[in-house]
Nanobody, 128 residues
């Protein structure tokens, strides 16, 4: 079992920044990759960013590329999402998730079915 707890969400003006954190406990943290997803009101949950077990490979959805950065710290079992230049379209509940197997394919990181454990989510609201 892996427990994931997100934090760092809140209300920010367009153009601002937020840093989300996800603390993991349970199984050894560094075995598999991690991902961040988001779900906006009335929309399906979508992939945002992923990072490999070592942290050496990162994946981003086109909508956030160049604005968001995913970082993992295997020493303290956390994965973070630094979000800059936020727009109202980034408003959503953000979830971190733990992969069920290792991979270096973008398509695998973007596939929600390949994640076994999910956090409860943290709300990000960007005002215009």
């Amino acid at each position: 079992q892996v427990q994931l707890v997100e934090s760092g969400g809140g209300l920010v003006q367009a153009g601002g920044s937020l840093r989300l954190s996800c603390a993991a406990s349970g199984r050894t943290f560094s075995i598999y990759g991690m991902g961040w997803f988001r779900q906006a009101p009335g929309k399906e949950r979508e992939f945002v960013a992923g990072i490999s077990a070592s942290g050496g490979t990162r994946y981003y959805a086109d909508s956030v590329k160049g604005r968001f950065t995913i970082i993992r710290n295997n020493a303290n079992n956390t994965v973070s999402l630094q979000m800059n230049s936020l727009t109202p379209e980034d408003t959503a509940v953000y979830y971190c998730a733990d992969r069920r197997a290792a991979s270096l394919l973008y398509s695998d990181y973007a596939d929600q079915r390949q994640y076994d454990y999910w956090g409860q989510g943290t709300q990000v609201t960007v005002s215009s």
